[in-house]
């Protein structure tokens, strides 16, 4: 349980001292930042709660700056922040749970979606108050941690309904790049989505940054992690989702930031759009 200290309303959001939680898929403790809302309490109302993958990096992303800013101005419904950190094996835990891409990268993704479905959110919901409700449940990450945060939103709502995506990398890709690579087959998300038979009932909020990347493997003038990204909403259509048009709240926010960078400054400074759109009121 949570000291009364910590749980004493304030004009700002109120950082935990850093909690842990062993895991056993990951064979590793995870270490979470947690950061309550003004008027923290544990009695009455469960709080809505948002999942946060790359937590150690919340000081570059100025998150409390962010949502003393959102709390003050009224503009968010007051949610927990559980923040996961990574370590060294970020780059075999993030991924898509179903494959590993063609250099085995996201090995253990499959465990870490164990690790936040069985061990993550029991914790949390017991230890901090917070709703079991998908409705009132996000998840979100940046860059492979965006791309994590998608595949375990979009095959999970019954644990989640909204998902943010920071500079995804739905590069994520079965081969690497040569005369037999094909954008259709071999990006490894674009095929989870095609292939699945069901319209996810799970809301997404898009991000990219015209300066993420100077790659561009089709030559279109369009960099990759744009391409991608918009190729990610193309399928997610095709399944029924409605993407946002003129301000009209649909299943799909897509923004694209003008001189955003592949870094946490540039995610830092959009954090207030997805937090409005996945918490507004």
Known sequence: MLTS??????ASVTVLPDDSIVSVPLNRAVHLTIMLPPGFSETGPLWPVLYLNDGQDLPRLNMSEVLDS??????????????????????????????ADYMKRGSKASAYADFVL??????????????ADPAQSAIAG?????????????????????????SGSFWWRKKKFNSAYDDETDRIMHSLIRESTTKPAVRFWLQTG????TSDRNNNGVIDSIDDTLDII?????????????GNPHDIRYVQVEGGEHNQRTWGAIMPDFLTWAFGK
């Open 5 to 10: 200290a910590a749980a004493q309303p304030s």
């Open 70 to 99: 959102l709390y003050k101005a009224q503009t968010i419904r007051p949610f927990v922040l559980v923040a996961m950190h990574a370590n060294v094996d970020r780059i075999q835990e993030y991924g898509t749970a179903s494959q």
């Open 118 to 131: 069985t061990e993550l959110l029991p914790y949390v919901r017991k230890r901090y108050h917070v709703s």
């Open 142 to 166: 940046f860059s492979l941690g965006g791309l994590s945060a998608f595949d375990i939103g979009f095959h999970h709502p019954d644990r989640f309904s909204r998902v943010g995506v920071f």
């Open 210 to 213: 015209t300066n993420d990347e």
């Open 234 to 246: 193309n399928e997610l259509e095709k399944k029924g989702l409605q993407r946002e048009q003129a």
